[in-house]
């Protein structure tokens, strides 16, 4: 095995161009899917807090009354857990998109697999997870918000 230093991009197991190939439409796929599951978790977390402001407007502009403020928070509930449960599983999906990329990246050069190791994965995954947390924090916030926005509303029947 020859000498590696940093301006060396000398392979293990050299691979031929099909494979190469190969194996960089597959990272460039998983790449493009991470970032396509990272937009969706905001967008997710936007689009919830979204509903959330219109349910109050909603109810505030039709002065609705008990039943229809009873439905409004009901739904909050069920938008608020099925929200969450959207954001973990959008996790677990980037999480597979990574071990893809791990596993192509181990077939690419050593000053590849240098350049990628740059961030560690406890430093991404402490990030991603942190993110994780404060967007299901937010959705949470956001429902309890929405919650006291509809109880300071009147209650009587119409």
Same mark, same amino acid.
């Given at each position: 095995?020859?000498?590696?230093?940093?301006?060396?991009?000398?392979?293990?197991?050299?691979?031929?161009?099909?494979?190469?190939?190969?194996?960089?439409?597959?990272?460039?796929?998983?790449?493009?899917?991470?970032?396509?599951?990272?937009?969706?978790?905001?967008?997710?977390?936007? %689009?919830?807090?979204?509903?959330?402001?219109?349910?109050?407007?909603?109810?505030?502009?039709?002065?609705?009354?008990?039943?229809?403020?009873?439905?409004?928070?009901?739904?909050?509930?069920?938008?608020?857990?099925? %929200?969450?449960?959207?954001?973990?599983?959008?996790?677990?999906?980037?999480?597979?998109?990574?071990?893809?990329?791990?596993?192509?990246?181990?077939?690419?050069?050593?000053?590849?697999?240098?350049?990628?190791?740059?961030? %560690?994965?406890?430093?991404?995954?402490?990030?991603?997870?942190?993110?994780?947390?404060?967007?299901?924090?937010?959705?949470?916030?956001?429902?309890?918000?929405?919650?006291?926005?509809?109880?300071?509303?009147?209650?009587?029947?119409?």
């Amino acid at each position: 095995m020859a000498d590696i230093d940093d301006n060396d991009a000398v392979q293990e197991n050299p691979i031929d161009d099909a494979v190469r190939d190969e194996l960089a439409l597959i990272y460039n796929k998983a790449n493009d899917a991470l970032l396509f599951v990272k937009a969706q978790q905001w967008w997710t977390v936007g %689009s919830t807090l979204a509903v959330f402001a219109a349910f109050l407007v909603i109810a505030k502009f039709i002065n609705a009354g008990a039943p229809i403020i009873n439905k409004l928070t009901a739904m909050i509930i069920l938008m608020t857990c099925a %929200s969450i449960f959207m954001l973990v599983v959008y996790q677990f999906w980037q999480h597979n998109e990574l071990q893809r990329i791990r596993a192509v990246t181990r077939h690419f050069s050593p000053l590849f697999r240098k350049i990628q190791a740059i961030k %560690s994965a406890k430093e991404g995954n402490f990030h991603r997870y942190t993110l994780l947390g404060f967007m299901i924090a937010t959705v949470i916030l956001g429902a309890a918000i929405s919650y006291m926005g509809l109880d300071a509303l009147p209650r009587w029947p119409r």
